[in-house]
């Protein structure tokens, strides 16, 4: 049973910086996909960031040059470091995957593309 664990979060003030983590456990794919989502009230889930199994990355616009994604595959956690946050980065933080069969490239950053979800982690981000 796949079980993606999301921590990390926290209030901090503009311009401030943070690190998420998630501890994945129970898969096996050799190939995947694993990625970063954001949910703010009221609004509809949009994707972060995202890698796959041979660390290639990709970034929302909203969020490049500030958000990096890392992992440690001897860990199996998956990072992401967000840097000079903005109060728009105000949301509950999701952590995804899916087997790099399930994607389709062009949507990888698309909620409907992953099938397992962490409980998320709330970020707040005071001006």
């Known amino acids: 049973q796949v079980q993606l664990v999301e921590s990390g979060g926290g209030s901090v003030q503009s311009g401030g910086s943070l690190r998420l983590s998630c501890a994945a456990s129970?898969?096996?794919?050799?190939?995947?996909?694993m990625a970063w989502f954001r949910q703010a009230p009221g609004k509809e889930r949009e994707g972060v960031a995202t890698?796959?199994?041979?660390?290639?990355?990709s970034y929302a616009d909203s969020v490049k040059g500030r958000f990096t994604l890392s992992q440690d595959n001897a860990k199996n956690t998956l990072y992401l470091q967000m840097n000079s946050l903005k109060p728009e980065d105000t949301a509950m933080y999701y952590c995804?995957?899916?087997?790099?069969?399930?994607?389709?490239?062009?949507?990888?950053?698309?909620?409907?593309?992953?099938?397992?979800w962490g409980q998320g982690t709330q970020v707040t981000v005071s001006s």
């Open positions: 995804a995957l899916a087997r790099a069969s399930y994607i389709t490239i062009y949507y990888r950053l698309r909620a409907e593309q992953y099938n397992y």
């Open positions: 129970g898969y096996t794919y050799s190939y995947y996909y």
């Open positions: 890698i796959d199994s041979a660390g290639t990355t």
